[in-house]
C-alpha cells in the first residue's frame, strides 16, 4: 500500500520560522548574518498522518525540522504505513532534526521518515544549510551527535548543543583592575604637572593605563598595546612614524621570519623526528634517560619559540617514556622525568634568540647599534655561561633530589619502530634543515656579506613560501600574529617614550637603580631579583618582561650600562615562579599529564623553588664571562 503525502509546500510564516531559527538550540549558535542567508531558502512542510517524508536510499538533499507533531523513523525496507514491526522503529522525534544524512556527506537516506500524527515540517535545502556550516563551523559536530543518537545504542553526549550559558560576571581581579585603569592614569596626570609638558602627561597617562591592563590581564596581551598606539595618535603626541615604528622595525621582520621557519619545523614532523634520533642514540641508564628527554626540549629550543609549543611536543614523550620504562606513576623516578622533560623545554629560553617570542621584546627594545652587535650567535655566547651551570646544577642535584632504586629499562625496539613508521625524511623536513643550517650560516658570516639577520631571515621566508614549503594556510594560521601586534605595539611604545623625553625623566627619578647597575652589578642583579619577583606574583611573564624591560633597559643605556645585560638578567629571573598559577606553560603540562598522574607534584614543585638558585647562580657565574666580553 503506497503511503499518502500532503507534500505542498507554501509560503513559510517568516515571523515563526525566524523565532524557531533564533531559539532552536543548535542552529540558533549559528551568525545572525549566516542566518539571514540561510532564510529564504527555508520552505514549511505539513505532512497527514501515515505520510511518508522520504524512504531509505532515496537522495538526501533536505535537511528537516520537526516543528510540530511526530515523525517515526523506521528502518529501511519495512512498510511504513502498514505496522512495521516495532522492531524496525529506530526513532520518534518530536522537536527535533531528521534527515541530518543531507549535511553530513551521506549521498542517501538511512531509514525511512513516516508522520505518526499530522506534522508541521521546517525544510532546508541541503546546499544552502551546508553554506551556513562553513561560515559556523563550529556546531557541525552536533549533528554527528544528534544521527550517531539515532543510530547508536549508547547515547553520545553533546556539552555544545545545550544551551548558552549565562556569562560569569566579573571577578575581583577584574573589578579592581578596571578600577586602577580608570583612577591610576588621571593620577598620574595630576601628578607630573609642572615636571612635565602636556604631552608627556598625556602619554604617561596612556602608558600607566596600558600597563595595568597588561599586570591584571584584563584583555588578551596585544589589545594594550593598540590601545596606546590609538591613543597615541588620536592625541597626536608624537609623529605616526615614531609610535607605528615598530611595524617596520627589524626585530618584528625578524620575529615574522623565524616564526613562519618554526611553522614549517613542527608541521613538516622534522621536531618530532629529532626527538625520536636523540632516544635512540643514547645508552639506558637513569642518567642518560634523564638527559634525554631533556636534551629534547634543548634541541627544540632554538628551533620552536614557544615554550608552550615545546611541552606540547615533548609531553606525549614524556608519558611515553614513563610508560615503556615501566616506572611507577607518582614515584620518585618518574617525578624526577617529568622535572626533566619540563626543565629541557624551558631552562635556555632566554640563552636562544629563537626560543621564546617575548625575546624578541627585547631585542625590539635595544639600540640599532647593540642588535646589531647582539645577533642570533651573539645571544648565544653572551648566555651560554648561564645557561650551561644552569643545567649542570639540575643535573647534579636532581638525582641527589628524587633518589630511587627503580631500574628503568627503555624500550629502543618502540623508538625504532617509531622512526621506520615516519619513514625517510620529506622534502618540507629537507627544506626546514637546510633553512636553520643556511640562516645560522648567514648569521655566523654576518662580516663577509653585510647582510644583517633580520633581512637573511625574511629573504628565507620568501623562499618557503614561494616554493610551498610554508603554505598560505600555514602562514596564516600557525604564525602568532597577536604575539607579532604585540611587539610592534610594545617597540612604538618606547620609541614614544623616547621621543617625549620620558626615559629621561624616568632616569632621573631612578637614578638610584642607574647607579647601583652602573656601580655594583651584582647587587643591582639582586635587587632587581627581589623586584621581578615582586612583580610575578601579580603579572604574568610577557608583562613582567614587557614593562621592566620598557623601563630599565633605556635607563642601562642612559648609565652606559650594556642594556642586553639587563634584558637578559630579565628574561631569565621572570621566568622563575612559585605557584602553578604564575606559569601558563605549568598549567599546560599539569593538564597534559594529569590524567596518567605522573609524577608527585609536591617535590616536583618544591624542586622547582630551590633551582631558584640554580637562576642567580647561572647569573652571577657569567658576570666574569661579561667583563671578558667587554659587556661590563
Known sequence: MSAVVNDSQFSPDTENTIALMK????????????????LPHV??????????????????????????????????????VDKPPSNAVIDAVQKGYIGEEAILGSEIYMADAVAESDALLVAIPREHFNELLEANPAIKA????????????EKLHAEAAKPAQAEKGADAREIIGWLCALVLPPLVFYLTAGQLDLSARLYLGIFTATVVMWVFRLVADFIPGIFALVATLVFDLVPQ????????????????????????????????????????????SPFWNNFGIMATGLILSPVVPSINGRVALVTPLLIDMVEALKLKFGGKAATRLAQSAFTGVGVMSATFLTSKSVNFVVYGLLPVHIQEEFSWFHWLVGGLVCGVVMLVLYMVTSPLFFRTDEKPALSKEIVLAQLDLLGPMRAREWASVFGVLIFALGVMTVSLHKIQPPWMALILL???????FLRGSEFRDKIDWAFLMYLAGLIGMVAAMNQLGLSKFLAQHLGWLGDLMRSNFP??????????????????????VSVSAAILMPLADLNGVNPWLVGFVILVMCEHWFFPYQCSYFVQFESLTKRKQIYDQGSFLLFNTVSTLFRLAGIYASIPFWKSMGLL
Open 142 to 153: 552536533q549533528y554527528f551527535v544528534s544521527i550517531m543518537n539515532r543510530f547508536s545504542r
Open 43 to 80: 520552505t514549511q512542510r505539513r505532512i497527514v498522518q501515515g505520510g511518508v517524508l522520504y524512504r531509505a536510499g532515496e537522495a538526501a538533499g533536505m535537511l528537516y525540522f520537526v516543528a510540530e507533531g511526530t515523525m517515526r523513523l523506521v528502518g529501511g525496507g519495512a512498510n511504513a
Open 523 to 544: 647587587l643591582f642583579v639582586l635587587v632587581l631579583t627581589g623586584v621581578l619577583f615582586a612583580i610575578r606574583l601579580v603579572a604574568p611573564i610577557n608583562a613582567a
Open 462 to 468: 620568501f623562499f618557503l613560501l614561494a616554493f610551498n
Open 241 to 284: 612614524s615614531v609610535v607605528l615604528s615598530g611595524f617596520a622595525s627589524d626585530g618584528f621582520f625578524m620575529a615574522m621570519s623565524i616564526l613562519g621557519l618554526s611553522a614549517v619545523i613542527t608541521a613538516s614532523g622534522l621536531s618530532y623526528r629529532a626527538m625520536l634520533m636523540v632516544l635512540r642514540s643514547l645508552p639506558n
Open 23 to 38: 531559539n532552536e538550540p543548535i542552529v540558533s549558535r549559528a551568525s545572525y548574518e549566516s542566518l539571514s542567508r540561510l
